[in-house]
């Protein structure tokens, strides 16, 4: 009987005891998680604390879930180091547990910059349960507050501190919103569409330091500028938790490096999710954290069998009246001869459409496509990218309203 060890509790280490189950009916499966809580949505967050998400719904399984599966789950239980040759881990309460197969699926944290007086008692991230509480308890003073980043999570956070009632500004490092996500079109019709809900927003602005001595005062930019503060948000990414895979000189650079099938460098050990570097890359995003999971479980209980692809990118920014999807390959250093671009903007309706197509042996195959203020065929826009399905006698009429793309799919 093969026992299963996976440190993690996130997306991909309950989507990985998932699979591992269906696959093995009668291994052992443990969890090992430092967190408190059950398996919670993180992307669902900025809900809770704009209350409109309740408490219950954030948890994506009960404890039910675990008990039919029959996996094991330790919480409060922080892995604090890995012994791959004797293969045990170790929990920080002193305990050692022996595995067969070792999945790390330990997530990431927020990545905090060398910033003078973040060290603050009211500088926070938004990462966990506990942190958005304890925004939740801040905002009930009706607290001014400055979010760094401006981010997915930044924007969503800003949002949720301005529907309940609180000043709010963004300040964001580079020249424009969702760097990663936007062009400069759809950022700056998002700026306009957020600043009419009463977010002030600062771009192509550098935080050199949050003032204050025991309360915070304020937030002074590299420019002098001051924007006055009772709470800052810090919200510039995530970093891979790397720090326990050193343990057992498994092979890390930005995250722990695995090749197409989830195996590191070390015999027995998988990664996948926030934590798991492919081809260079470190994603953080939920899809891949549960297609690299599910190729993970598979072959920890089978061995070479899934081979990990690619998955195609995407995000979506989660606030009132604003729907935004951006997918895809949407940004080149140079655009190629055989890239085309077709764009639809309407800034009175608040309507940001444009599609990436590529020229390609006869055929124009969509590779990436920015869509907000309107999210008629979304679903299927995403499905011609993914599939890479051939869109030449229909490429015009892709971003109309009026357009049904279900009757050229099927």
Known sequence: MTKYVIIGNGVAGVNAANWIRREDSDGIIEIYTDEKYLSYARPKLPGYIADIVEFQDLFTRKEEWYKEKDIDLHLSSKVIDINNKKKIIEIENGKRVKYDKLLIAAGSHAFIPPIEGADKEKVMTIRTIEDSKKLKEIMKK???????????????????????????TIVEFLPRLLPKQLDEDGASLLKSLLEKKGIKIVIGAETEKILGEEQIEGVKLKSDKIFPADCVVISTGIRPNVHIANKCDVKCNRGVVVNKYMETSQPDIYAAGDIAEFDGRVWGIIPVAFAQSKVAAINMVHGRKEEYEEVVPSNTLKVTDID???????????????????????????????????????????????????????????????????????????????????????
């Open 142 to 168: 009706n607290e001014k507050v400055v979010v760094i980043g401006g981010g997915l999570l930044g924007i969503e956070t800003a949002n949720s501190i301005n529907m309940q009632g609180n000043d709010v």
């Open 324 to 410: 935004l999807t951006s997918i895809g390959k949407i940004f080149f250093e140079k655009i190629p001869e055989n890239i085309i671009q077709k764009k639809i903007i309407d800034r009175d309706k608040g309507i940001y459409k444009k599609v990436v197509l590529e020229r390609k042996d006869g055929n124009l195959i969509p590779i990436g496509a920015i869509l907000l203020g309107d999210k008629t065929n979304s679903f299927e826009i995403q499905k011609l990218i993914r599939e890479k399905i051939d869109v030449s006698e229909f490429a015009d009429e892709m971003l109309k309203i009026e357009t049904d793309l279900k009757k050229f799919i099927n």
